[in-house]
DNA sequence: CCGTCCGCTCTTGTATACAAATTAGTTGAC
DNA sequence: GTCAACTAATTTGTATACAAGAGCGGACGG
C-alpha cells in the first residue's frame, strides 16, 4: 500500500460530505478521523490539505477544518462559471470533434436516453456525467477537461439535487438533443449558446435550487 | 510562527520556479529543501502537496516531486481558457460594476498608461495584474473571481516572457482603454470579445511565445 | 452576583524515528 | 563483454513524540 491511503482518505471524507455524514459546519477532527480510519493523523492531514485545495473545507490556522457550506448565492455564482466552461467546450468541440468523438458522444447521449425513459433518477445522474464528459473530451483542450471536470466533480451534489425536481430529468434530456445536434452539425455558437443555458441556474430553476437545499 | 511555515514555503518554491531557479524537469528533493530553509520534512511535503494541487509541480508516488514543464500546447491551452473566463468577466463587469468598481478601473488603468509610457515593463506587469483584478472584482463573483486569480497566477511566468515581445506592452495598453470603455459603457458583449482577444494567445502571438519560450 | 484574569487541557503544527519501495551499483554468469 | 539479478543505499510514506497556541473553566476580585 504506497500513497493510496492519502487518495483512500481524500474521497472517503470527500464523499462522506457529499453525503451529509459530515455536515457543513462541523470540525473534522484529525485524530478522530486518524482513529476512524486505522490511520495516524499524518496522511489525514494531507487528505484534508487536498480537500482544502479543492474547496470543500476550510483551514484555518491553530483552529482546524471545517466543512464549507456555500449559500446559495455562492453556488449560483459557480454554476454560472461552469456554463460558461461548458459552453466553451461545447464551441471547440462543434469545431473539433472527430468519428470518435461523434460516437462516444452519440453512444452517452443514447444511454441518457434510456435511462430517462426508465425513469431511473441515479442512472440519468451517472449517465449525464459521462455525456458531459463526452463533449469536454470532444474539445480536445486537456486542459479545459480538467477544469470541467474539477468543477464538475465539485457541483456534483448540487446538481443531483436539482434532478429532484419534477421533469428535470426528461427537460434535460430534451435539452442534450438539441445541443448534440448542433455540436455534430459544427454549429459552434449554437452549441454555446444551448450549453450555457443548459447548464445556468437561471429564473425559475434558482428558486427551484433554494427550496431542494433548504428541505435538505 | 504557526502554519505560516508551509505558506512561506510555498511562496519561495513557488518563486524559485517561476524564477526558473529550479528549472522544469527538476526533482524537488524533500530533505534538501528541509535542510535548506531549516525546517524538517514535514512543512515541506505539505508545501510541495500545495504546489501540486495548483499544478506547479507533479507528485508520482514513491517517485518524488518534479517541477512540470507544460508544453507550448498546453500554454497555449490555458491561455484559451483564461481569455474565456477573463471574457465572461468583463462581460459581467459591464453590466455589474459599481461607482467604486469604475473608480478602481479608471485608477489602475492610469497607473497602466504611466507605466507603459515610461517603458518600464516591470511596474507595467504589476499594475497589468491589478488592472485585469480590477475587472474581475467588477464582475462581483467571488468565485469568479478566485478562478481568474488562480489562472492568472498561473500563467505569469509565460505573461512576464510575452511582455518582451516588441511593443506588446504599448498595444496591450491601448486594448485596455477599449476594454474599459467597453466595460464603463455597459457593453457588456463588447467587452467580453476585447477581452477574449485581449487574452487570447492567437496567430502571430502564439510563435511569439513559443520562440520566446525556446530562448529562455 | 457578575466580570475578568490566570492556568489547564485539548488540538494543531513541527520534528524525528521507522518502514517500505525504488533505483543504482556491483557481481556473477552466460 | 554484456546482461541480468541481487543487494545496498537513498528517498518517500507513515507513525509517533514533542512543542506551542487557542479555547474553556475555575477562582478571585469588585
Do not use: W
Request: glycine share 6%; hydrophobic share 40%; proline share 3%.
Amino acid at each position: 500500500m504506497a500513497e493510496n491511503i492519502v487518495q483512500k482518505l481524500r474521497d472517503d471524507i470527500e464523499n462522506g460530505i457529499v453525503t451529509n455524514q459530515f455536515a457543513p459546519g462541523d470540525r473534522l477532527d484529525e485524530m478522530q478521523l486518524a482513529k476512524q480510519f486505522g490511520v495516524s493523523r499524518t496522511p489525514v492531514r494531507e487528505a484534508l490539505m487536498q480537500l482544502s485545495a479543492i474547496g470543500l473545507i476550510e483551514i484555518r490556522p491553530r483552529r482546524g477544518a471545517v466543512v464549507v457550506e456555500p449559500g446559495p448565492h455562492r453556488i449560483y455564482e459557480m454554476f454560472e462559471v461552469m456554463a460558461e466552461l461548458e459552453g466553451m467546450a461545447g464551441s471547440l468541440a462543434a469545431r473539433r470533434h472527430t468519428d470518435a468523438d461523434r460516437a462516444d458522444l452519440l453512444a452517452s447521449h443514447g444511454r441518457c436516453e434510456q435511462s430517462a425513459k426508465a425513469d431511473d433518477a441515479d442512472t440519468y445522474y451517472y449517465d449525464n456525467e459521462l455525456f458531459h464528459l463526452a463533449i469536454y473530451t470532444a474539445s480536445h483542450s486537456s486542459f479545459l477537461v480538467e477544469q470541467c471536470t474539477a468543477l464538475h466533480r465539485r457541483l456534483r451534489p448540487y446538481r443531483r439535487l436539482q434532478l429532484r425536481v419534477r421533469n428535470r430529468m426528461k427537460t434535460s434530456y430534451s435539452e442534450h438533443a438539441e445541443i448534440v445536434e448542433a455540436i455534430l452539425a459544427g454549429e459552434a455558437e449554437l452549441a454555446r449558446t444551448l450549453l450555457r443555458q443548459h447548464i445556468a441556474v437561471q429564473g425559475d430553476r434558482f428558486s427551484d435550487l433554494v427550496a431542494t437545499l433548504a428541505q435538505r
